[in-house]
């Protein structure tokens, strides 16, 4: 564990589709399970009766308010100070999937992702370290359009207008803006191996 047995707590953001998961996935898997915990925004949303509409009446879950960001920082508070979370799985009204229930346990590191931990200050104050996933907006959005394909259902059309109108206003007001005071930026429009490593090699030594 860090000082007075606090975890090394990491803020991960990055647009929408700028690798995330894959970058995480990576990482998460150059530690043993018991030294170190991901803990993401996605399971904080708010239900969808509770999203703003836009001014066509589509649910925009990319703005701030579509985050529970009160239960979010409590709970990277709790495992901060040594608690177990428990959180039920969001599906993104995914009705054919049965959520999970999900346990987080506190341990030496804690990794805490979403494309909001910079722009909420109660999570971004906990953060001992800051990483600005990049990548250009083509490649962004052909990720984003495959994903949401593949694992939310959504057309190309949804993907599209949800592309323009919601995500990259967001990005370029509540997301880009913070990469200036991000400790480390890595660029992901191709891979990002020498980055990883660079983060990896860090943990191990100060973690």
């Known amino acids: ?53 836009d001014e066509n009446g589509i649910e925009n879950f990319d703005l701030p308010g579509a985050i529970d960001d009160v239960a979010f920082a409590a709970d990277v508070e709790k495992l901060r100070s040594g608690e177990i979370v428990t959180r039920e799985e969001y599906t993104f009204n995914n009705s054919d999937k049965i959520p999970n229930l999900l346990h987080f346990y506190p341990k030496k590191i804690l990794v805490v992702e979403g494309i909001f931990v910079f722009h909420f200050p109660e999570v971004a104050k906990l953060l001992d370290l800051k990483i600005f996933i990049d990548a250009q907006d083509k490649i962004k959005l052909k990720r984003r359009i495959k994903r949401d394909n593949e694992e939310r259902g959504y057309d190309l059309q949804d993907v599209m ?47």
């Not at 990055?14 to 399970?33: C, H, N, P, V």
Request: charge should be positive; charged fraction near 25%; include cysteine.
């Open 1 to 53: 564990m860090s000082t007075n047995n606090r975890p090394f707590i990491i803020g991960i953001t990055g647009g929408s589709a700028s690798g995330k998961t894959l970058f995480l996935t990576r990482l998460m898997e150059q530690f043993d399970t018991d030294d170190i915990c991901l803990l993401s925004q996605d399971n904080y949303y708010r239900p969808k009766e509770h999203q703003t509409k």
């Open 161 to 207: 207008y949800r592309w323009k109108y919601h995500v990259k206003p967001t990005y370029e007001e509540f997301i880009r803006p913070h990469k200036r005071s991000c400790d480390i930026v890595i660029p992901n429009n191709q891979h990002f191996e020498k980055g990883l490593q660079v983060i990896v090699s860090y943990l191990k030594s100060h973690a």
